[in-house]
């Protein structure tokens, strides 16, 4: 899949020039051919969505078969919410809203009771989070729901210290969840502090797509927890 992604570019780059390199790269059409110094920035982006890529795609073969079903539907949730960075926001807007909202909210919902220890104080800002969704979804992010406007941030945060506490994700998959966590954050909030041309807005705000990486990784390397050592009394021979 990667190996088709960079060939696409290449050629794509080799007979279109940049309007056709953005296209490959990016999956739309530009609004309007970018200017010629924008092929560093479409470089970069290009690797970036390469590695997101190789990330995405080289984590199925760590699937395990899962018996709890809030680990099942977490997992399919993850594999959705990669989907939605990678692809799915191509669908049109109405769709695209409702879908990318529902995902998030069960998303949210799911990693605060599947990663152990951590229900008890996630609980509160998963409900913050799908009140702010809800509310962006819908139109209405103003008054008193700007209040929950930090919840999904705060989820994201405990999601990857939790999932440094339960033990079932690797320490490469919780790294790359802080790494993509800041790029995500940090680069689309450029353009909005940044007086910025579209082309270079674009792409950085398409940087978000690195969280790819990790929700599929995270997917991937979800297990059922193995309760034998935690939940099983210690027998004592008492002479």
Do not use: N
Request: aromatic share 12%; with cysteine.
């Amino acid at each position: 899949m990667v190996g088709l992604f960079l060939l696409s570019a290449l050629v794509a780059a080799a007979t279109g020039g940049i309007g056709a390199a953005w296209t490959a790269v990016l999956w739309w059409p530009p609004e309007e051919a970018p200017a010629a110094r924008m092929w560093v920035g479409l470089v970069v982006f290009t690797w970036i969505k390469a590695w997101t890529l190789w990330q995405v795609f080289s984590a199925f073969p760590a699937v395990r078969r899962l018996a709890d079903r809030q680990a099942v539907w977490l997992r399919r949730v993850l594999y959705l919410a990669a989907a939605d960075l990678l692809v799915l926001w191509l669908l049109p807007d109405i769709p695209h809203t409702v879908l990318s909202t529902l995902v998030w909210v069960s998303l949210f919902l799911l990693f605060a009771r599947v990663p152990v220890g951590i229900s008890s104080y996630g609980l509160p800002f998963a409900y913050g989070a799908v009140v702010a969704l809800a509310a962006e979804s819908a139109g209405q992010f103003e008054g008193f729901v700007l209040i929950f406007a930090v919840c999904p941030l705060i989820c994201q945060i405990l999601i990857l210290l939790g999932q440094k506490r339960d033990g079932r994700w690797s320490a490469e998959t919780v790294s790359i969840g802080w790494k993509t966590f800041w790029v995500s954050l940090a680069l689309p909030l450029m353009p909005v502090v940044l007086d910025m041309d579209w082309p270079l807005a674009t792409l950085l705000t398409q940087c978000a797509v690195v969280q790819a990486a990790w929700l599929a990784r995270s997917a991937a390397e979800l297990t059922d927890v193995d309760r034998a050592d935690t939940d099983t009394p210690t027998l004592v021979k008492v002479d």
